[in-house]
């Protein structure tokens, strides 16, 4: 059977929905040329099914979707579990010193640093910061960026930083059906959500297993070419795919988006432990996919 091709693509100034379209075929107007099963700079298109302006408004913010998820279990992810030996008193997962560190009450249990137990990290300023203005390339740092996470509060990047072990961005729209696909296997578990998109490749499976066992940090970033993305819109996303070892976070001003320069979504980078670019690819997921589940 063949599979349809659905993912996004910026492109002089809009934002094009290519869905539905049979590998190596044309329908409709629509050509869609995929090699070696990278959906991305290999699609040419001469008519779009969809088109919307990136500025006009068109977001669907509503986030009405047909791929419903569990409601929210409240269990929260371990990440942060206090390191051996170091003294938790209230029992919430971050040791004493790095409550102090974070201006928390490291007696209070319902004082803590992040309501989703990520990681806090007291040497997290010793990383430089390179800022906004060098462009990102495979071997760069990501420049430190806080924003808001699902719960509502306001989370470092950094705070990731020195765990050994790999962080995953993962940007995306709420009008982004694959996006809310493979949320949505994140969420359940079922992988048949992706059978109707070709970049999907069976070997991708075991992410999320990597993930549920914390062996990476996958990070969904929501933004909005129209209104920006609220705190609303991110815990919805949560509420709607609740996996709580995954960080969902908001581009309020779309910083991340432009600096990482967004064409394809799903959009996936890679990060090192010092929050080095091993994988900067904008044409679309597979490579990303690929780094995670077979190094190069």
């Not at 509503?62 to 209230?90: C, F, I, K, Q, W």
């Not at 765990?163 to 694959?178: E, H, Q, S």
């Not at 992706?194 to 990070?219: C, P, T």
Request: proline residues 6%; negative net charge.
């Amino acid at each position: 059977m063949k599979k349809s091709i659905a993912y996004l693509v910026f492109c002089a100034g809009t934002l094009a929905l290519y869905g539905c379209a049979e590998t190596t075929e044309s329908a409709g107007g629509v050509t869609v040329v995929v090699s070696d099963s990278e959906a991305s700079s290999d699609v040419v298109a001469q008519d779009a099914h969809v088109q919307v302006n990136a500025d006009s408004g068109v977001s669907d913010t509503d986030g009405s979707s047909n791929l419903a998820a569990p409601p929210d279990s409240g269990v929260r992810a371990d990440s942060a579990m206090a390191p051996p030996g170091d003294g938790d008193s209230d029992g919430d997962g971050y040791s004493d010193a790095e409550e102090r560190h974070a201006g928390t009450d490291p007696n209070d249990p319902n004082s803590v640093i992040y309501q989703g137990g990520w990681p806090y990290n007291m040497k997290k300023d010793q990383l430089e910061d390179p800022g906004w203005d060098i462009p990102p390339q495979e071997g760069a740092r990501m420049p430190r960026w806080r924003t808001i996470d699902q719960y509502g509060d306001t989370f470092d990047l950094y705070d990731l930083a020195g765990r050994g072990k790999k962080i995953v961005l993962d940007v995306g729209t709420w009008f982004c059906t694959p996006c809310k696909a493979m949320a949505q296997y994140f969420a359940t578990g079922d992988v048949s959500v992706m059978d109707d998109f070709a970049w999907w490749n069976s070997s991708y499976d075991r992410v999320l297993d990597m993930i549920n066992n914390e062996e990476i940090f996958w990070v969904t970033v929501l933004f909005s070419g129209s209104t920006p993305v609220s705190q609303d819109d991110v815990t919805r996303w949560h509420d709607t795919f609740p996996n709580h070892h995954i960080l969902v976070l908001g581009d309020q001003d779309l910083r991340l988006r432009e600096y990482l320069s967004v064409v394809a979504m799903p959009h996936i980078d890679v990060l090192d432990e010092n929050m080095n670019f091993l994988v900067y690819d904008v044409r679309g997921p597979s490579r990303g996919m690929r780094h995670l589940v077979a190094p190069e």
